[in-house]
């Protein structure tokens, strides 16, 4: 097995500003490195990362500078009812309020700015 050191998820977007204010908003994120065509996001604690690339960037092949599709960020929160009020006050797209799901965890749906899915759920 290969030991992997760092993993990091990179969200192509047509406005890294409001990229950048929407995950920093929602979560612990502080701004690592903020540039005309990238923003890198790290977690307070340094244990996660997230990447803003300006979707027309030369380093983002031109076939994948579409609206994503077919897959989704999930982030597991303290109490997401907390990142719901948080998500309401900032007008943030809401694809589903807070709910129990039949698997423990309590979870909501938001549209980010980029169109991606993103998923925050908390347990029960």
């Known amino acids: 097995m290969k030991t992997i050191n760092r993993m990091m998820t990179n969200i192509c977007s047509d406005n890294l500003i409001e990229s950048k204010e929407f995950?920093?908003?929602?979560?612990?994120?502080?701004v690592d490195f903020d540039s005309e065509w990238f923003v890198h996001l790290i977690s307070k604690d340094k244990q996660l990362e997230l990447g803003i690339i300006d979707r027309k960037s030369e380093l983002v092949p031109s076939e994948f500078q579409t609206n994503p599709n077919g897959f989704y960020l999930t982030f597991v929160v303290d109490n997401v009812?907390?990142?719901?009020?948080?998500?309401?006050?900032?007008?943030?797209?809401?694809?589903?309020?807070?709910?129990?799901?039949?698997?423990?965890?309590?979870?909501?749906l938001l549209k980010d700015p980029n169109g991606a899915l993103v998923d925050i759920s908390s347990l029960m």
């Open 23 to 30: 995950y920093t908003k929602l979560f612990d994120f502080n």
């Open 81 to 108: 009812d907390e990142t719901f009020k948080i998500a309401q006050s900032e007008n943030f797209e809401i694809i589903s309020e807070p709910e129990d799901t039949f698997y423990g965890q309590r979870r909501m």
